[in-house]
């Protein structure tokens, strides 16, 4: 889970340096080219967009490596974000540049997404090899129960691990 928080670091802080690179060129403390301090405004940006990431639970050790609630989170943090921060320059009348903003998004949405498939891949291969597994009860009658605890055996990347049944008395 460290090594994900540190990749999720690395592709916010890449993206939003290549969208204020791409867009304003590199940052020159002499002579201002914007209203703004776009170097404040990247700092706060992906400050801020790792700490949604964070608040959004994208890291989450039920929703890793599995299923679409993990790419939903993400999807739903980051959007979430850029439309506050669309939001809030609305109202307080803000000249952000689209431009900006439109290559920030989409860089760091796909590199996010990218990471999280290659970690997935990553999760997969290790599951197989019995790592990465959560232990589970299976609870239910005894058909349903061992039909679950064959599927999880078939499947090893599902990552679970049976580790005990509850049945009903008949």
Request: aromatic share 10%; with cysteine.
């Amino acid at each position: 889970m460290d090594r994900l928080r540190v990749t999720d670091v690395l592709v916010v802080v890449a993206a939003v340096a290549c969208a204020q690179v791409v867009r304003f060129g590199r940052p020159d403390l002499e002579v201002p080219r914007a209203a703004f301090n776009y170097t404040l405004v990247s700092v706060t940006l992906a400050l801020t967009w790792i700490a949604f990431l964070a608040i959004f639970r994208t890291r989450s050790p039920r929703v890793l490596g599995g299923g679409a609630e993990e790419y939903r989170r993400l999807l739903s943090a980051t959007f979430r974000l850029f439309g506050l921060v669309a939001i809030i320059s609305l109202l307080f009348r803000f000249e952000l540049a689209r431009g900006y903003l439109a290559i920030a998004l989409p860089v760091g949405l796909i590199g996010l997404l990218f990471s999280r498939w290659l970690f997935r891949k990553h999760v997969a291969r290790g599951r197989r090899r019995g790592d990465y597994q959560t232990s589970v009860v299976i609870v239910g009658s005894h058909s349903s129960a061992l039909s679950m605890a064959r599927s999880f055996s078939r499947d090893g990347s599902a990552g679970y691990a049976v580790v005990g049944g509850c049945l009903p008395r008949t």
